[in-house]
Structure formats: structure tokens, C-alpha cells
């Protein structure tokens, strides 16, 4: 089974919600800068709920 395999086969496990995570992951190594996206993109599956408050649409509903 190829490495291209085996990951098509892992996506399919993979939840909904972090899909864009991994999505944005996989854009950043394409485009050569992992090293320097990893730490957003684990930061943003943590701040997500923070983000995604009604309290923070709120405050930024006005820009």
C-alpha cells in the first residue's frame, strides 16, 4: 500500500471539525512553510470555541 494510500485511508477516520486544520496543514506543505504554521494551526483548534462564540461575533460584527 502506498504512502498516498494509507493516508486516504486515515482521512476517512478523521472528524468533521478538523478537517480544516488538516486542510490548512496540508496547504502549508505544499507551499514550504510547516515549521512556521505549526504553531497556529495547534493553537487554532484550541481558540476555536473561543472564536466561534456568539460573544465574539458580536464584537465583531461592526468591521
Do not use: Q, T, Y
Not at 13 to 24: F, M, R
Not at 35 to 43: I, M, Q, S, V
Amino acid at each position: 500500500m502506498s504512502k498516498k494510500e494509507i493516508i486516504a485511508r486515515e482521512l476517512e477516520s478523521v472528524p468533521e471539525k478538523d478537517l480544516d486544520a488538516l486542510l490548512g496543514f496540508i496547504h502549508s506543505l505544499k507551499w514550504g512553510n510547516a515549521d512556521a504554521a505549526a504553531p497556529a494551526l495547534l493553537a487554532e483548534s484550541s481558540l476555536r470555541k473561543d472564536w466561534l462564540s456568539p460573544e465574539e461575533e458580536a464584537a465583531w460584527a461592526d468591521l
